[in-house]
């Protein structure tokens, strides 16, 4: 099992930033690809950004690239979401996700879930 506990959401005028962290517990961290998902009211969960068990490897939605980094931090067992230049387009709640294999997009391919966080961006 692994726990996925999501920090750092909040309230932010557009063109600010925010990070968001996810800590992770219940097992080998490493062996996890991890990525942030995103759900507006209404809307379907939609990824946001992945990033590869070792770090290598970094995959962001066309919506996100430019403006939102992910990074990890394998040592600490947490994977950040760094969001700059926000938008009232990304007012959200954020979900961290893990999946003991390969970085996949599709939210149903993530086998656990943080409880998510939320991030609201004013005009």
């Known amino acids: 099992q692994v726990q996925l506990v999501e ?5 932010v005028q557009a063109g600010g930033s925010l990070r968001l962290s996810c800590a ?4 080998t961290f490493s062996s996890d ?3 942030w998902f995103r759900q507006a009211p209404g809307k379907e969960r939609d990824f946001v950004a992945g990033i ?3 770090g290598i490897s970094t995959y962001y939605a066309e919506s ?3 403006r939102f980094t992910i ?3 394998n040592a600490k067992n947490t994977v950040y979401l760094q969001m700059n230049s926000l ?3 990304d007012t959200a709640v954020y979900y961290c996700a893990a999946r ?3 970085l996949r997009r599709a939210a149903a391919e993530y086998d656990y879930w943080g409880q998510g966080t939320e991030v609201t961006v004013s005009s």
């Open 87 to 89: 938008k009232p387009e």
């Open 71 to 73: 990074s990890r931090d």
């Open 100 to 102: 003991g294999s390969v």
């Open 7 to 11: 920090s750092g959401g909040g309230l």
């Open 64 to 66: 996100v690239k430019g």
């Open 52 to 54: 590869s068990r070792t």
């Open 33 to 35: 690809a991890m990525a």
């Open 24 to 27: 992770a517990s219940g097992r």
